[in-house]
Structures are given as structure tokens and as C-alpha cells.
């Protein structure tokens, strides 16, 4: 089965490569016309293998994958970060055009984490498209990939003032936000707001728990002295 693209069977190789900047391409990449067949397997592989060394080349193919209706997930994913680790132009406007309304809901939530790399205030704004939309998905995993993004919580936040979302997905991101540890008021106030949420007393993050239970171990028990 030909897609034209590389085949990288060494995931070993394309992770070291990522991490120090190896260039690894001579030797063993061959193309899928010449595999022995064309599992998810391999096809993931190659475009590991593109996103790290950034094969603008293969771009064009890329874009076949991620623009064909019966795409598996696991592969479609891959694709879209291979274009995000491209980053070219047209690779920008394929992944910004596929996070927007229209598309389905799992080709929008890859494409937005993808567009974090690019714009993280673009994606915000889509993420809270997407999540005050009518059939909104649990918003756990994404929430998790803004927390992560360089300035991701801050676009999160901005992206949310004014906007509405379910009171129950307003509260799983809540808890993500909360659960994570961090000093995170800002954006646990927009999500708050959004999900319409009453805020009563704040919710303590884990450093601030720490300290507090510290502070109480330091002082002790003023009735027992």
C-alpha cells in the first residue's frame, strides 16, 4: 500500500532524535510504497519520524492523510502534529481551519492541543468555541494541555471571560485546575464565572494546603498551649 510518506520502524531512534537533536534520517527511512504493508502502526510511525525532523517535503502528504474522511484517530492525531512540528504557513492554516466549528468534535480537540504549539491564544479562543457549544465534550484532557502550554493558562483564562459554559463541564475543569497544584485563581475565577458557579469560600491549592497545615503544626493547639 503506498501513501508516500517515510517509514520509520525504529520509534527508539525518532524519540532520541526529538530529544537531542540527532539527525537520523540516512540508513533507515524508507517510503510506505516499499513496507510490507500499511498498518496504523507504521503509518504513526513515519509521521513521528516527520514531525521530528520537520519534512516540510512531506507535508502535502501529510495533509492527504489529515483531509481523508475515514483517517483513524490515532493516525489523524499524529498527522495534525506533524503538521503543528512542520509549522510552516500552510501547515498553520490547515490546523487552524480543522479547530474551528464544522469539524468533528475529536479532529477539533487535536487540532486545537496542535495550535497550542503555534498560538496559544488561538487555541484558547477555540477551546472555549468548542466548549460552549450545544454538545460539548468533557473539557478534562484539554484543560490538562493548556495547564502544560507555555502562557496556555492565562490564554485559557482570557478566552473565557464573557463566555458560558454547562455548569458540570465548568466543574471538571475546575477540579483539573484545582487538582493540578498550582497557584491557578485566575483562571479557576473565569471557569467559575463561565459555569456560573458559586465560588463561596476558595478552594485551597495543594502548596497553599501545605502551608497552611504547616503553619497550623508550627503553632500547635492554642487551647492545649
Known amino acids: 500500500m503506498h ?6 520502524p525504529n520509534y527508539g531512534l525518532v524519540s532520541a532524535t526529538r530529544n ?12 510506505m510504497e516499499r513496507a510490507e504493508d500499511g498498518s496504523d502502526a507504521m503509518r504513526i510511525a513515519a509521521l513521528k519520524a516527520i514531525a521530528a525532523w520537520k519534512l516540510t517535503v512531506y507535508r502535502p502528504n501529510v495533509e492527504s492523510i489529515v483531509r481523508a474522511k475515514k483517517t483513524p484517530a490515532s493516525v489523524l492525531r499524529a498527522a495534525i502534529t506533524a503538521l503543528a512540528e512542520i ?23 487535536s487540532a486545537i492541543e496542535a495550535l497550542m504549539q503555534l498560538s496559544v491564544e488561538d487555541a484558547g479562543k477555540e477551546a472555549v468555541d468548542l ?7 468533557d473539557p478534562s484532557s484539554l484543560v490538562r494541555a493548556f495547564l502544560k502550554a507555555e502562557g496556555g ?3 485559557l483564562a482570557a478566552a473565557l471571560r464573557g463566555a458560558t459554559l454547562a455548569p458540570e463541564n465548568a466543574k471538571r475543569a475546575e477540579r483539573v485546575v484545582s487538582a493540578s497544584g498550582r497557584d491557578e485563581n485566575t483562571l479557576l475565577s473565569a471557569v467559575r464565572a463561565a459555569g456560573g ?8 491549592t495543594k ?17 492545649r498551649g
Not at 501513501?3 to 520509520?8: D, E, H, K, R
Not at 502548596?207 to 503553632?219: F, I, N, P, S
Open 87 to 109: 509549522g510552516d504557513a500552510n501547515s498553520v492554516t490547515m490546523i487552524a481551519s480543522m479547530a474551528t466549528d464544522g469539524n468533528d468534535t475529536a479532529t477539533r480537540l
Open 3 to 8: 501513501y508516500g510518506i517515510p517509514f520509520c
Open 131 to 137: 466548549f460552549s457549544s450545544n454538545d460539548a465534550p
Open 20 to 31: 537531542r537533536n540527532i539527525n537520523g534520517r540516512g540508513g533507515f527511512i524508507m517510503t
Open 197 to 204: 458557579l458559586y465560588e463561596g469560600a476558595p478552594e485551597l
Open 207 to 223: 502548596k497553599q494546603m501545605e502551608a497552611l497545615v504547616e503553619k497550623v503544626q508550627t503553632r500547635g493547639d492554642a487551647k
Open 153 to 155: 493558562s492565562a490564554a
